[in-house]
């Protein structure tokens, strides 16, 4: 059963206020005990399982010169980390690593000796340092993180509520003291010894095993699951794998290579793959009839008028779009009866994108109108024969529906980015990712109460569902 009221404010209708943040970098300005890591519980962290590489390496660079006539070397691999739960009792999250010796999840920890990551505030408007619910950073700006070769380690990550560090971060820590370090609060491996409770303030939520994070290569991290607490109705819309557990939650990682090799013809439009991070949008699927998940591009025309003064529906051609399976044709969906009413155009991208997957396999590439509130990116419900699917039944696209979720490009580079350059920053030529996030019962808009709100009487809620769009290009 649904566990909120249906209200929802549309995006499509206007830009997000000033007050929301978008990804920044994740940067901020012990002994080495070793012990069994945490077991997860069956976490579901989606990483395969590599090689870990020789025993001993922590992958940290040493401060020695090098050869400085030698060939640029390939960067580092680029990771996004996305704070993708969304249940009610969701907090902010702050980051601590851990160096695994061992072979993936059956070796031993040392906990990375940097503080929780971030420790300087995203964005203004948010109140302390963290990663809030529905926005992320690419975690790599951090220098702390730019310094280890992510290529030759084993990376254990631990998620802490920011509420109970707020007092410690890259201004200081706690009675005007030097800022924390993360043993301090998580213990030398990870498995508790400071002053922070395992599975309470901070979760073990998955390893990603050496030789997966390779140079050049480009990533994205989303943290989902839900926090403990949860009661019955709100636990149904939390992943299945692994089982909720009101004492511990389900905090696990959900993580993707995504494809920046493909070229994408600047004169072409943009690439675009499509990642789900959202169980909540397969739950609600599910219950309105669908079995799967459509996502693309949509664009709308506005109506044309002819001079006898007659009413026309005016289409576009939005070219075709260079999918991994047939789904290069457009569907559009026009409005009957009343005044001339604009078309909507949609190009799907991929028709599998449930909860957990990223697809196609390689980037699509699109001809649509950029930076334009009149185009964007969409998902919606699908019948098992891939039918789209409009609920709930009656609404308005754009405006009251779950699905289809349309979102102009303008709106989600200011959810993705916070200040949008001039011109905005999505570019013919080049590829992105689009990851869904958030819960689509969730209003779109909540005020200082937490209950729902408008665009001019609340803030924007990132547990309310949009997408992100990152770069997948690296650098």
């Not at 992105?432 to 779109?444: E, H, K, M, N, R």
């Amino acid at each position: 059963m649904q566990k909120k009221k249906w209200v929802r404010v549309g995006l499509a209708a206007a830009i997000v206020s000033g007050a929301v943040g978008g990804i920044s970098a994740a940067g901020c300005s012990g002994d080495d005990n070793t012990v069994t890591p945490p077991a997860d519980g069956g976490k579901d962290s989606s990483i395969p399982q590599g090689d870990t590489g020789p025993g001993g390496d922590t992958g940290v660079p040493s401060e020695g010169g090098g050869d400085a006539d030698a060939a640029p070397t390939v960067p580092n691999a680029k990771v996004y980390l996305v704070h993708a739960a969304a249940d009610a009792l969701a907090q902010p999250l702050r980051f601590c690593f851990g160096i695994v010796g061992g072979t993936g999840d059956s070796g031993t920890i040392s906990t990375a000796p940097f503080p929780p990551l971030p420790d300087t505030q995203l964005s203004p408007s948010f109140p302390i340092a963290g990663f809030f619910p529905g926005f992320g950073a690419p975690l790599t700006s951090a220098p702390q993180v730019a310094n280890i070769d992510l290529s030759t380690v084993s990376l254990a990550i631990f998620a802490i509520d920011a509420t109970k560090i707020a007092n410690s971060t890259a201004d200081g820590g706690p009675d005007g003291g030097a800022e924390e370090q993360c043993s301090s609060f998580i213990g030398t491996a990870g498995a508790g010894g400071g002053s922070l409770t395992l599975n309470t303030d901070f979760w073990y939520v998955g390893t990603i095993p050496s030789q997966t994070l390779k140079h050049g290569e480009t990533w994205v991290v989303a943290i989902t699951g839900c926090f403990p607490g949860e009661d019955g109705t709100e636990a149904d819309f939390c992943p299945t794998t692994p089982p909720y557990s009101a004492a511990t939650g389900n905090l696990g990682i959900k993580a993707w290579q995504v494809d920046n090799t493909t070229a994408v013809a600047a004169d072409g439009g943009i690439g675009a793959q499509f990642a789900s991070a959202s169980p909540s949008w397969d739950v609600l699927n599910a219950q309105a009839g669908g079995a799967t998940t459509a996502a693309g591009f949509w664009i709308e025309t506005p109506p044309v008028i002819p001079d006898g003064g007659g009413a026309e529906t005016g289409t576009t051609d939005a070219g075709d779009a260079s999918t991994d399976a047939s789904s290069d044709s457009s569907v559009e969906a026009s409005v009957d009866s009343g005044p001339p009413q604009p078309t909507l155009t949609f190009i799907p991208i991929t028709g599998t994108g449930t909860y957990g997957t990223l697809s196609p396999a390689a980037l699509a590439t699109v001809p649509v109108p950029l930076n334009s509130a009149t185009a964007g990116f969409f998902t919606s419900f699908a019948s098992s024969a891939g039918a789209a699917i409009t609920f709930p039944p009656g609404c308005s696209p754009g405006v009251s529906c779950a699905s289809p979720l349309l979102l102009p490009l303008p709106v989600i580079d200011q959810l993705t980015n916070g200040t949008v350059p001039t011109g905005g920053s999505f570019v013919d030529g080049k590829g992105y990712a689009f990851i869904l996030v958030g819960d689509p019962l969730d209003p779109t808009y909540i005020g200082a109460d937490g209950g729902a709100a408008t665009s001019t009487t609340g803030v924007f809620n990132g547990k309310s569902i949009h997408f992100l769009g990152l770069p997948t290009s690296n650098p």
